[in-house]
């Protein structure tokens, strides 16, 4: 737990923050979850509001308070549509770490964060090892999609999900430190779902490099970026997730570091910054420049590497394809531009948006696991709006957001492929 000195000041900061709100309303139009409860209460303006009014009551109604804040995607829909520029996610999350500081975790939480996430190579292991026995638990749910079901109810009720890949991308590919011809070096900052559901992902990634001649730094025992952790409020986890990263990729002398997960590259660039001052002088002077450096994979290809569009395959039709921008990808970073040309680089493929292609799709990380049925009505609203685009292949730039179109394509039975930009582009080379 935190020391109360130190949480009287994060409430501080809390109030000063608090004070730029309007109140104007605009995050109505935005939030998904308003969209679908229609409770005051799950809107920005409205968790706003029981924040200030209920601000001395942190410390004697904090299990209230939470579950309010928790009832929130964390997808940045209400920020980027601020009129007065408030730092809607900065305040929830200082505030999940402020009642988490006086509460504790939950021991599943403390298990979770602690003994498991925050300790990358037992992480590792387990998961390997959950991959060998995961066929006793799971059945198949769609053979073209590949999506599976629980045989038992609990805790994945009612959805599909992508299982844990038989091979995680870390034993698939060695670790890697070449120079490359372009006079540009990148870090490869994996991220969890990639390496253990996605690794074909990562392969494209690193294949897409080596083809513009980028030198590849890629490290074994990687660490998540600690957004689950931080995001439930535990900062002793991410703390320990940051410094175990920073003490990764800090040492090389790197011109980028890229990822192909729109969550990580937002933690790394926004939130590791954020959460800064809990670090020492020399830290935060590593956080700054890793967080300057961090680029998504498909702005480093397009800014950057300089993507060309290739030859047309003969004899091939092009694929119909659409996209979902990611919250974390153009909401917090204004990054849309890019991966929609890495798709058209692929002469094979055929763009065509979909309605409200930057729509949250419903994910939110561990929303999806405590609030489902939100989570899947949000998500079935894009499906719709995927479908009615008559594309064979949607394209995203988040593994979380692959994994949210493949339950509610899974479940309609549509034959429609869910893959990463950098896989399209990929198939071009």
């Given at each position: 737990?935190?020391?109360?000195?130190k949480?009287?000041k994060l409430?501080?900061?809390?109030?000063?923050?608090?004070?730029t709100?309007m109140?104007?309303g605009?995050c109505?139009?935005?939030?998904p979850v308003?969209?679908e409860?229609g409770r005051e209460s799950?809107?920005?303006r409205?968790?706003?509001?029981l924040l200030?009014?209920?601000i001395k009551?942190?410390?004697t109604?904090p299990?209230?308070?939470?579950?309010?804040?928790n009832h929130?995607?964390l997808?940045?829909?209400?920020a980027?549509n601020c009129p007065?520029?408030v730092?809607?996610?900065?305040?929830?999350?200082?505030?999940r770490?402020?009642?988490?500081?006086y509460?504790?975790?939950s021991?599943a939480?403390r298990?979770?964060f602690?003994g498991i996430?925050s300790q990358?190579?037992?992480f590792d292991?387990?998961l390997?090892?959950?991959a060998?026995f995961?066929?006793?638990?799971?059945?198949?749910?769609d053979q073209?999609?590949?999506?599976?079901c629980?045989?038992?109810?609990?805790?994945?009720?009612?959805?599909?999900?992508?299982?844990l890949a038989p091979v995680?991308?870390h034993?698939?590919?060695?670790?890697i430190d070449s120079?490359?011809?372009?006079?540009?070096?990148?870090?490869?900052?994996?991220?969890c779902?990639?390496d253990k559901?996605?690794?074909e992902?990562g392969?494209?990634?690193?294949?897409s490099?080596n083809?513009?001649?980028?030198g590849i730094?890629?490290?074994?025992?990687q660490g998540?970026?600690?957004?689950?952790a931080?995001?439930?409020?535990?900062?002793?986890a991410f703390?320990r997730?940051?410094?175990?990263?920073?003490e990764?990729?800090s040492?090389?002398k790197?011109?980028?570091l890229v990822?192909?997960?729109?969550t990580?590259?937002?933690?790394i660039k926004?939130?590791?910054?954020?959460m800064?001052p809990d670090?020492?002088?020399?830290e935060q002077?590593?956080?700054q420049a890793?967080?300057?450096k961090?680029?998504?994979?498909?702005?480093f290809?397009?800014?950057?590497a300089?993507?060309?569009?290739v030859?047309?395959?003969?004899g091939?039709?092009a694929?119909t394809i659409t996209?979902?921008?990611?919250?974390?990808?153009k909401?917090?970073?204004?990054?849309?531009?890019?991966?929609r040309?890495?798709?058209s680089a692929?002469p094979?493929?055929?763009l065509?948006?979909?309605a409200e292609?930057?729509?949250?799709c419903?994910?939110?990380?561990?929303?999806?696991?405590?609030?489902?049925?939100?989570?899947?009505?949000?998500?079935k609203?894009?499906?719709d709006?995927i479908v009615a685009?008559?594309?064979s292949t949607?394209?995203t730039?988040?593994p979380?957001?692959m994994?949210?179109?493949?339950?509610?394509?899974?479940?309609?039975?549509?034959?429609i492929?869910?893959?990463?930009?950098i896989e399209?582009?990929?198939?071009?080379?």
């Amino acid at each position: 737990m935190y020391d109360l000195k130190k949480l009287a000041k994060l409430v501080q900061q809390l109030e000063d923050q608090l004070i730029t709100c309007m109140r104007c309303g605009m995050c109505q139009s935005v939030c998904p979850v308003f969209a679908e409860t229609g409770r005051e209460s799950d809107v920005a303006r409205g968790k706003l509001a029981l924040l200030d009014a209920l601000i001395k009551e942190l410390f004697t109604e904090p299990g209230g308070v939470n579950e309010r804040l928790n009832h929130c995607l964390l997808c940045g829909s209400c920020a980027a549509n601020c009129p007065s520029g408030v730092k809607v996610l900065d305040i929830f999350i200082k505030a999940r770490v402020i009642l988490t500081g006086y509460m504790g975790l939950s021991p599943a939480k403390r298990l979770i964060f602690r003994g498991i996430l925050s300790q990358p190579r037992f992480f590792d292991r387990l998961l390997e090892l959950g991959a060998s026995f995961q066929k006793a638990f799971i059945k198949s749910a769609d053979q073209f999609l590949g999506t599976s079901c629980a045989r038992l109810s609990f805790p994945l009720a009612n959805r599909h999900f992508k299982a844990l890949a038989p091979v995680p991308f870390h034993n698939l590919v060695d670790a890697i430190d070449s120079a490359g011809k372009s006079g540009i070096k990148v870090g490869f900052f994996t991220g969890c779902v990639i390496d253990k559901i996605f690794p074909e992902v990562g392969q494209a990634v690193v294949r897409s490099l080596n083809h513009h001649g980028t030198g590849i730094f890629l490290p074994q025992d990687q660490g998540c970026c600690g957004i689950p952790a931080l995001s439930s409020g535990d900062s002793a986890a991410f703390s320990r997730l940051v410094r175990h990263n920073l003490e990764i990729f800090s040492a090389q002398k790197l011109d980028y570091l890229v990822t192909a997960c729109a969550t990580c590259t937002s933690t790394i660039k926004k939130l590791w910054p954020m959460m800064a001052p809990d670090f020492s002088e020399e830290e935060q002077a590593q956080i700054q420049a890793i967080a300057e450096k961090t680029m998504d994979i498909s702005q480093f290809l397009i800014d950057v590497a300089g993507v060309d569009k290739v030859s047309v395959t003969p004899g091939n039709e092009a694929t119909t394809i659409t996209y979902h921008d990611p919250c974390h990808l153009k909401k917090s970073l204004g990054i849309s531009e890019q991966p929609r040309k890495l798709i058209s680089a692929n002469p094979n493929c055929h763009l065509k948006e979909m309605a409200e292609a930057d729509r949250c799709c419903g994910c939110g990380g561990s929303f999806n696991l405590k609030h489902y049925e939100i989570s899947a009505s949000i998500g079935k609203r894009k499906r719709d709006n995927i479908v009615a685009t008559d594309c064979s292949t949607v394209a995203t730039s988040c593994p979380a957001c692959m994994l949210q179109i493949n339950d509610m394509l899974s479940q309609e039975g549509d034959r429609i492929q869910v893959r990463h930009v950098i896989e399209i582009y990929a198939d071009s080379l």
